[in-house]
């Protein structure tokens, strides 16, 4: 367990919202393949405006499981995405420790209400003494800044 007296500093908004483009950006292509796979499973049919419905429930599943794994992924692994490592941002526990498989669950499925409300849950941050955003209080983790390495 680290003490949290050496937990560095929280990111700013704008740090958070670059590596939220930065991460945006790969994720997106991440989908554009998802989706390629699944309209050439379905024969095309995806594209269709009279698809079966079960068809577009499995199309927004897939693109939320690839959004889970490629950020749960990230985080467990070095708790940084590659948006992250660009602004120096790193996922902790709120005690300091690495996120494992639940604590990243526990994050993404705060941060879906919290992102999704317009972002207001992000802007929470602003209001917090610790400068956290609503899904790390929610989730019981943080974002911190790191130290420029020379």
């Not at 796979?37 to 079960?54: F, K, M, V």
């Not at 749960?72 to 690495?98: C, D, E, V, Y």
Request: glycine share 8%.
């Amino acid at each position: 367990m680290t003490n949290l007296s050496s937990i560095p500093p929280a990111p700013s908004l704008v740090r958070r919202l670059a590596a939220i483009i930065y991460d945006g950006l790969l994720l997106a292509a991440l989908w554009f393949i998802a989706t390629a796979l699944l309209l050439a499973i379905s024969g095309g049919q995806l594209a269709d405006p009279n698809r079966p419905s079960w068809l577009l429930h499995t199309l927004r599943a897939s693109l939320l499981l690839v959004t889970f794994v490629f950020f749960a992924g990230f985080w467990t692994h070095g708790g940084q995405t590659l948006g992250m490592r660009a602004w120096r941002l790193k996922l902790i526990s709120a005690s300091g420790n690495p996120v494992d498989w639940k604590l990243a669950l526990r994050r993404f499925a705060a941060a879906i209400p919290s992102l999704g409300a317009l972002g207001l849950g992000l802007f929470w941050m602003l209001f917090d003494r610790e400068h956290c955003a609503l899904h790390d209080r929610l989730s019981g983790s943080r974002l911190v800044l790191l130290a420029k390495t020379p």
